[in-house]
């Protein structure tokens, strides 16, 4: 079975604070993505990263950055975490293929930005 | 730019019936609808998916219908059961690639 964790389930920081959430899949997948998920707007693309070092932006990129050093983790930051910055937070992976693959999805990560 | 609509927002059934949930995209380049299943607490599942080259595709309760010259597809859930009270959110391909445009989500109700 394919696994993703995500390093919380729940999270409650200070606007301006540092924010990192961590993802960690255990398929050797190439691909892995971050999406935010808000009521009413689906999930949305924050960026994705197709190989290890390698990343590009997704549709909501402002305010957010990646880094992807080993193939199994990708993490996301939050350089100055505002309030409306408040959100669920899913990681995902899939296989590489050269199309679109099943994609699986960690638990999430709530955050909440005070 | 590229955009999945899906309706209803939320739709309540009662205990066996039959559920449909619909889907437009807008990216003609899309050939992959997949489509996800988020119960409580959970991240999306995937539950069944459709390519271009295909018009329909059935597992078990589940069918999935595509029309490419209209840019629909549906889900269809025959004999739905508690269990099936859940998020379905579904999605289209950018183009040919691994990226997704998701729609909204659908909140559907089984009534006992």
Redesign the interface.
Known sequence: DVKVTQSSRYLVKRTGEKVFLECVQDMDHENMFWYRQDPGLGLRLIYFSYDVKMKEKGDIPEGYSVSREKKERFSLILESASTNQTSMYLCASSPTGGGADTQYFGPGTRLTVL | GEN?E?HP?TLSVQEGDSAVIKCTYSDSAS??F?WYKQEL??????II?IRSNVGEKKDQRIAVTLNKTAKHFSLHITETQPEDSAVY?C?A?RG?????I????TKLIIKP
């Open positions: 999945v899906q927002s050939n992959y997949p607490g959970k991240g999306p599942q995937l998916d959110f999605a391909s040919s690639n691994y990226q997704l998701w729609g909204a989500g």
